[in-house]
């Protein structure tokens, strides 16, 4: 969901489970995806990216699935740890040279003992 | 080194006073970029320069003047700001997207409070 006002999406996760964030994209256009980790009082770290010719890939514990015709993109993480604890933002990238993003409103994750 | 660097950590300054934020990498990046972001909301981009011109800048108000004096190095100079222009400000670089891998890597951001 989108955020209001002040108010990020929360998803609480107990330790051990699997978690799953999505993101609505904008842009049809949009063809190189990106899913940034934040902690507090920290920059955005990269996680996982894709392109748009590609609907699924698979890091260290993390999954990224890419549905361009509804235009939703998923990460799942697995076995969440209480590190995993921060604010997940997907960011979509256009058919530009530089890599002009635009972040989507963010999920905050709260993993649960 | 894969080390994005910001300077200050954080930055209280009045409303008349001019000051600057400080960016540097040695990724050999060729693009750098300014974000602001508030409290629980997403990084928004001010500005982007590739190969040390400033190629985009998203309506950003006048009091924010950025400068690029070589590839590794990016400033934002501030003048006049606003209590409002409190934020969180990131800077982030990459390389060209034709490289097949654009991610932005971010430094840790300035925390910016104006009085």
């Known amino acids: 969901g989108e955020s209001v006002g002040l108010h990020l999406p929360t998803l609480s996760v107990q330790e051990g489970d699997n978690s799953i964030i999505n993101c609505a994209y904008s842009n049809s256009a949009s063809d190189y995806f990106i899913w940034y980790k934040q902690e507090s009082g920290k920059g955005p770290q990269f996680i996982i990216d894709?392109?748009?010719?590609?609907d699924k890939r698979q890091g260290q514990r993390v999954t990224v699935l890419l549905n361009k015709t509804v235009k939703h993109l998923s990460l799942q993480i697995a076995a969440t740890q209480p590190g995993d604890s921060a604010v997940y933002f997907c960011?979509?990238?256009?058919?530009?040279?530089?890599?002009?993003?635009?972040f989507g409103a963010g999920t905050q994750v709260v993993v649960t003992p | 080194d894969t080390e994005v660097t910001q300077t200050p950590k954080h930055l209280v300054m009045g409303m008349t006073n001019k000051k600057s934020l400080k960016c540097e990498q040695h990724?050999?990046?060729?693009?750098m970029y300014w974000y602001k972001q508030k409290a629980k909301k997403p990084p928004e981009l001010m500005f982007v320069?590739?190969?040390?011109?400033?190629?985009i800048n998203e309506s950003v108000p006048s009091r924010f003047s950025p400068e690029c004096p070589n590839s590794s190095l990016l400033n934002l100079h501030l003048h006049a700001l606003q209590p409002e222009d409190s934020a969180l400000y990131l800077c982030?670089?990459?390389?060209?997207?034709?490289?097949?891998?654009?991610?932005?890597?971010f430094g840790p951001g300035t925390r910016l409070t104006v009085l």
């Open positions: 894709i392109r748009s010719n590609m």
């Open positions: 320069y590739s190969y040390e011109k400033l190629s």
């Open positions: 960011a979509e990238s256009f058919d530009d040279s530089w890599g002009k993003f635009q």
């Open positions: 982030a670089s990459s390389q060209q997207r034709t490289s097949g891998r654009n991610e932005q890597f």
């Open positions: 990724m050999g990046h060729r693009a």
